[in-house]
C-alpha cells in the first residue's frame, strides 16, 4: 500500500509537472495603486490576479503603492483578471484576454471613509479686541470652508480674521464640504467681543544662537502689557525668572522652551513654546541603516533609513546603481543583482550652524528563486482529481530574519493540492499550511507546517537556495475525535511583551484535551474566540501564532460548571528562534511563561502544576557547564519564580526545569543584555 501512495503521488507529480510545462508560460503583472482625489501612492494593498483554473494569486504593493508578481499559466484560451477591493468593498478590476508577457493594471480607489467633523477655536487680537482671529480645527478630509461671523458677514478663508463693529455676542456658523468624497459638517456657537477688555496679555519671545557658542542662546521677552512675571522653562531641566535670560545647553537637541508670563495690573496669564535648536557644527555625524524588503514581492527592494545626528535638513542618496534621492528615508528597487556601493550625503543647515558629511556601505543583493510543493491528507493531496476543489488552502509564508520569524506572503491554492511561490531571496523559511472553513475536511486537520507538525516550534525549517526545489511538502495533522457534550470555552486574545500593535484577528487558538489536540478556531476581528459543544475535562487552551509564543491557560469543565469564559491569551513578541516551550508532562508541571527575554536582571518563571511539588532550575552555559542552581517549592496550579541574573555575566544561557527525581520538565535559553 505504502508503495501504491508513492508512485500515486509521483504519477500526479508527473501529470501536473506535464500540464504545466506544456504550452505554458511566465506572465509578468505591474500596476500602482493610488488614492482617489489627491492619487497618492496606497502602500501595502492586497491585488489579487485570477483566473478560471485555479490560478489565485495575492500579491501586495510596496511603499510607493506599486505591485509586481509573476504567474505560471496556460495563454490559450485565458482571461486573467487583475483586480483589488476599495474602501466601499467595490471589486475593481482589469481582464487580459489573453494575457501578453507583459501586462500593467493601475487603480485608483477611495481608501478612507467620507466622514468629517465641523469644529473651531478663536482667541482675541492682544491689542485691538473686537479683532478676533479664528482657527478652523475641523476632523476628517474636507476641501472648502464657510463662515458666517453673525453680523451679516461671510469668509470662505480656511482661518480667517474678523473685525466686529461693536462689542456683544455673536453666533459663528462654519461649515465645511468636500466635493470629491461628499463629506459636509456644520457647528455653530457663540463668540464674545469686548471692545473695552483690558484683561487681556500677550506671551511672546524671539531668540537668537551665540556666534561663539551654538549652545548658547540668548532669549529676548516680547510680551504685552504690563507684564510683572516671567517664568521660563528651557526644556532640559532648567529654569529662570529673569525678563530677557541667557542659557547655554549642554548637548545638541531640540527643546521645548516655554514662557510664562503674569500681569497683576490685567490680573492675566499667557504661555507660549516655541522649539529651540541646538547643535554644534563638529558634531555633526552622518550614518544610514538598510534593510531588503522581504514583504515586498519586488526583487532587489531595500528600506534605506538617516541615521544621522539630529537636526539634518537635507539628503542625498547615491544607490551606486547610477538613481539618486533626496529624501531622508527612501527606499530604492535594483534592476538586477549585485553589489552596490551606497552613499548618502547629509547636510544640517540650521540656525546653529552648518555642517555636513558622506557615508558609504556596500550592499550585496541576495539571490532569488521560485519554489513549491503539495499538501497532503493521510498521504494523498487535498485534492486527487484535476476539477476536485472540495478543499481550498492558504499557503503562508514565514522568513528567518536574524533571530526572529517575520512574516513575508502568503498564496491560496487547491488544484491538486499544489501551491508556489515565486522571486522570493535565498534564505532560511517557515511555511504554514490552513485549510479554509468551505473545505470539506476543514473540521478534521489541523493547520500545520512543512513537514507535518502543528506547532511551529517543532516545525522543519526550508532553506531556499536553488531554482530546483519543487517538493517542499506537507501532511497536514489529524485532530483526535473526542464526544460532544454541552460546554463551552471562550476568550479573548491580546497582545504582550514586546509587541508593538500586534494584529490578534484571524489567529489560530489551539484547545488540548487529555494533552491531544482535538479542535482549533480562528479569533473574530477583536481577538475573540469560542468553543462549543465540549464534554466534562481538562482542557488546555493556546495560540498558535507563527514565530512567537503565548501565554497557556487550563481549563477544568465540570457537571456543576459546563461553561468557561473571560480566558485571556497574550501574544510574547519576544520570542526568538530555538526557544522551546514544552506541552504539559506526566508530570503534572508545566513552563506557561518565561519573560522578559532578552533579559537584563531579573528573569520570570511563570509555572503550573496540578498538585504541591518541588522543581529544580539549572542555568548552564553553551557549553553545558553549570552557573548556578535553585531547588523550589511550587504551589498548585500556578507559582511565579523570579531569578536575579544581575551577576551573571554569560550572555546566553541556557535554562533546565526538571522533578526533584530529575526528570525533564522544559528547558530553553534566555538572551542575557548585561548593563
Known sequence: MKNYIKYMSLFIMFLL?????????????TGNV???GDSLEVPFYEVMITDNQGVNVITLTNENGFYSDSVFLDPITQTITVGLFDCMGEFLFQDFTPPQAENNANFTICTTDNSCDAMFVYYPDNINYNKLNFLNVSLGNYTSSIWDFGDGNISIEENPVHIYDAAGEYLVSLTIHDSINGCESSISQPVFVDVNDTTLCYADFTYELSEDNNKQVFFTDMSSPNIDYWFWDFGDGNFSQETNPVHTYATDGVYSAILSVMSNQDEC?????????????????????????TINNTPYTYIFNDASSEGITDWLWDFGDGEFSNESNPVHVYDSPGTYTVCLTAISNNPSGFCDGTVCNQITTPSY??????????????????????NFATAYLYRRLENKWEYMDKREFWKYGYYWFVQKPEGEYLLRFDLEPESKDYDFYAPSYYKNQSDWRAANTFLLNNNEQFEVNVNLK???????????ISGNLISGQGCD??????????????????AYVKTNSEGEFEFLSLPTGLYRIEAEVSGKLSSTEFVQLDDSQPYSDSHILQINCNAFVGVEENEISETGIVLDNVFPNPVTDFVNFKVYTTIEQDIEIELVDILGRSINNYKLPLNKEYSDIKINLENISNAIILYRIKTYDGTLISSGKLIHNKR
Open 478 to 488: 489529524k485532530l483526535t475525535d473526542i464526544d460532544a457534550g454541552i460546554g463551552s
Open 369 to 390: 528563486y521560485n519554489f513549491g510543493g503539495q499538501v497532503f491528507i493521510d498521504g494523498f493531496t487535498i485534492n486527487i482529481e484535476e476539477n476536485d476543489s472540495s
Open 34 to 36: 493610488v488614492s482617489q
Open 269 to 293: 496669564n499667557e504661555i507660549i513654546v516655541k522649539q529651540i535648536s541646538v547643535f554644534d557644527s563638529v558634531n555633526c555625524i552622518v550614518d544610514f541603516n538598510y534593510h531588503l524588503d
Open 501 to 518: 500593535s500586534e494584529d490578534v484577528s484571524n489567529r489560530i487558538i489551539k484547545l488540548f484535551y487529555n494533552n491531544e489536540y482535538v
Open 17 to 29: 509537472y506535464a500540464n504545466i510545462t506544456q504550452g505554458q508560460s511566465w506572465y509578468h503583472f
